[in-house]
T-cell receptor
Framework: SQKIEQNSEALNIQEGKTATLTCNYT??????LQWYRQDPGRGPVFLLL?????KEKRKERLKVTFDTTLKQSLFHITASQPADSATYLC???????????FGKGTKLSVKP | EAGVAQSPRYKIIEKRQSVAFWCNPI?????LYWYQQILGQGPKLLIQ????????DSQLPKDRFSAERLKGVDSTLKIQPAKLEDSAVYLC?????????FGPGTRLTVL
């Protein structure tokens, strides 16, 4: 069956360091992958989209990579700040259902 | 630009009662989704609308859940009767291009 895994439920890092979050998938051939940020009590907010034929995408301090051979996406936040603390969700589009399938998310905590 | 509006924000009911959620998407967005997000999980799609037509309701528990989008704008999601396992946040999202814009959600607690 199709499966999406975000490798850790929680990640704690020090301010100024780079946060790296992982999203792995199996039995899936996504047309694209998205990353969302979700704060407590709020809906997810779209951050970045990367297509299957793209290796890397950047937006300000954010960088996403997509390796369709490894079936993995990495999400990086450089020079992290306490305000970056949130849950980050990866979502894949494509496959048999033709809709977004979300991972469980990784809760990032950036300590000052 | 106004975002996706949802109401109520919170609802507490007893099992076997019924409940309804309302969503007003961003103006002009033809595609609308309802998701269920259980604590500690990612959003799970319940139903997709394109204008006022249903595109995908394969994951909607149709014995108790129903949804409609009259006139292709506002949408309502109903649960009747509710079960304990329906406790979750119900999110509405409208879409432009490949980007989904989510509302704040309705937190449902079933006692």
């Amino acid at each position: 069956s199709q499966k999406i895994e975000q490798n850790s439920e929680a990640l704690n890092i020090q301010e100024g360091k780079t946060a790296t979050l992982t999203c792995n998938y199996t039995n899936y051939s996504p047309a694209y992958l998205q990353w969302y940020r979700q704060d407590p009590g709020r809906g997810p907010v779209f951050l970045l989209l990367i297509r299957e034929n793209e290796k890397e995408k950047r937006k300000e301090r954010l960088k996403v990579t997509f390796d369709t051979t490894l079936k993995q996406s990495l999400f990086h936040i450089t020079a992290s700040q306490p305000a970056d603390s949130a849950t980050y969700l990866c979502a894949l589009y494509g496959g048999s259902q033709g809709n977004l399938i979300f991972g469980k998310g990784t809760k990032l905590s950036v300590k000052p | 630009e106004a975002g996706v509006a949802q109401s109520p924000r919170y609802k507490i009911i007893e099992k076997r009662q019924s409940v309804a959620f309302w969503c007003n998407p961003i103006s002009g967005h033809a595609t609308l989704y309802w998701y269920q997000q259980i604590l500690g999980q990612g959003p799970k799609l319940l139903i997709q609308f394109q204008n006022n037509g249903v595109v995908d309701d394969s994951q909607l528990p149709k014995d108790r859940f129903s949804a409609e989008r009259l006139k292709g704008v506002d949408s309502t999601l109903k649960i009747q009767p509710a079960k304990l396992e329906d406790s979750a946040v119900y999110l509405c999202a409208s879409v432009i291009g490949n980007e989904q814009f989510f509302g704040p959600g309705t937190r449902l607690t079933v006692l």
